[in-house]
């Protein structure tokens, strides 16, 4: 995207749900989807007197994901009390992390049409998501709104980063950078639709070469990648076209419109809330000292980069391959499995982009749930090699094998091939 003499200037903030078994602050579960409020208790509803514990799962998963990001991990955090009226908030007051959050001053690497790109990560803090509305209209009376705690309490991580970014393209990659590794470390599920991954962007725009940054505006709840760059692209275009026209950007909120694609102010400044933040009296200090880092140093997986780096290398295969391999860590590990016993990267990998994923992507089956696996691959690529089977009989027997999960090798002697 092209925007002539001006640039847009934009800096995410990510919100990750955590794969916990249980809530933030209780002991209640957190799975999705349940019998509206069958996961509650009196501390997630927020009644007087209960009092939060920390769930030392949530440190964790935070110190993971500040040493995937190349933070600091803060030895000393604090817990503050984020306080707004919303019916959604039982409490009065969200319990987040302000002025002393649990990482800082990371960074991320991003690739945008083979250019690598360095963004940097302001902060990342643990704290609890709010419970949900739901709204219904009906016939008989108007319309009504009811509330849903089962969410309230669910572990969060947000993540902000500074404003590095300069597309809308740069903007996407880096989200999906972020989702595969929150993936991989296996902390978050990344599922958009069911709001485990959230990102607020806050846009502004200069002349290119200037140095002052201009009045931002921030779009709430974007949250699914096919609308991002949309709404991203229209809200720098609108932002140029109203500088041109010598008005002024001013600071607010805005939402996107999907159906209409534009962004329209939800709140101005003027309304803006001011939170009135303090340390949050019925948690201590965080304390994490080297020896908890360095044990979860121990625990990091090799990440997504690195993976794609080495198949490069390792294996020899073109960038294409390796961004699909390696994007997935079990379709990664689905592959290197299939490697063990038939060592050819590149066979492996053909067959492996186009055969298997039609049918996993069709009935929408993880790598690791495929019912070929990755012996019985290697097995069907050997009776290519070997001469026995054509390539072009190998895919057409192909869906029937991974229907029936049978042998490769006794189903092509059964048919006579
Ligand atoms: P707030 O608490 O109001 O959200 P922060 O300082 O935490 O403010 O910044 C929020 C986000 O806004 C960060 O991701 C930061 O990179 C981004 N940001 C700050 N200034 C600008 C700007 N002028 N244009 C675009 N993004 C910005
Ligand atoms: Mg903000
Ligand atoms: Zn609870």
């Not at 847009?8 to 989807?33: D, N, P, R, W, Y």
């Not at 009644?47 to 994901?65: D, H, Q, Y």
Request: aromatic share 8%; charged share 30%; with cysteine.
């Amino acid at each position: 995207m092209d925007y002539g003499d001006y640039e847009g200037v934009m800096g995410l903030e990510v919100h990750a749900h955590l794969l916990t078994q249980s809530k933030i602050f209780c002991g209640c579960s957190t799975e999705f989807g349940a019998e509206p409020n069958s996961h509650t208790c009196p501390t997630c509803m927020g009644l007087p007197g209960a009092l939060p514990v920390l769930n030392r799962k949530v440190v964790e998963f935070a110190i993971k994901l500040g040493l995937a990001l190349h933070c600091s991990i803060s030895h000393k955090s604090v817990f503050a009390r984020k306080n707004y009226f919303y019916p959604d908030l039982p409490k009065g007051y969200q319990i987040s992390q302000y002025e002393e959050p649990i990482c800082n001053n990371g960074w991320l690497d991003i690739e945008v049409d083979g250019q690598k790109k360095h963004i940097r990560i302001l902060r990342i803090h643990m704290e609890e998501d709010a419970g949900k509305l739901v709204h219904e209209r009906t016939i008989e009376t108007s319309s009504y709104s009811m509330v849903d705690y089962n969410r309230s309490s669910t572990p969060l991580l947000e993540i902000v980063s500074e404003p590095d970014l300069r597309t809308p393209a740069e903007a996407t990659a880096y989200l999906k950078a972020l989702r595969d590794i929150l993936m991989y470390l296996e902390i978050c599920d990344g599922n958009m639709e069911e709001g485990s991954f959230r990102c607020d962007a806050n846009v502004s725009v200069r002349k290119k070469g200037d140095e002052a940054f201009g009045t931002r505006a921030e779009l709430k709840n974007l949250n699914s990648f096919r609308f991002i760059e949309r709404s991203l692209d229209y809200e720098i275009e609108r932002q140029i076209a109203l500088i041109k026209k010598g008005g002024i950007v001013v600071q607010e909120t805005r939402l996107f419109n999907a159906e209409q694609g534009v962004t329209y102010s939800m709140r101005g400044k003027e309304e803006a809330h001011d939170y009135r933040y303090f340390p949050e009296p019925d948690l201590l200090p965080v304390t994490v000292d080297d020896a908890w880092i360095d044990a979860v140093q121990g625990t990091l997986p090799e990440l997504p980069l690195e993976k794609m780096d080495r198949f490069m290398t390792d294996y020899g295969l073109p960038r294409y391959d390796v961004e699909i391999l390696a994007s997935d860590r079990e379709l990664a590990r689905y592959f290197e499995d299939t490697l063990k016993a038939f060592p050819e990267p590149k066979t492996v990998s053909n067959f492996i982009m186009t055969e298997l994923l039609r049918e996993l992507k069709d009935g929408n089956i993880s790598p690791k749930d495929s019912p070929v696996k990755p012996q019985q691959l290697a097995e069907l690529l050997t009776l290519i090699k070997s001469g026995t089977i054509s390539n072009k009989i190998a895919k057409e027997i192909f869906p029937e094998i991974y229907r029936t999960g049978a042998s490769p090798a006794q189903y092509v002697k059964k048919k006579g091939l």
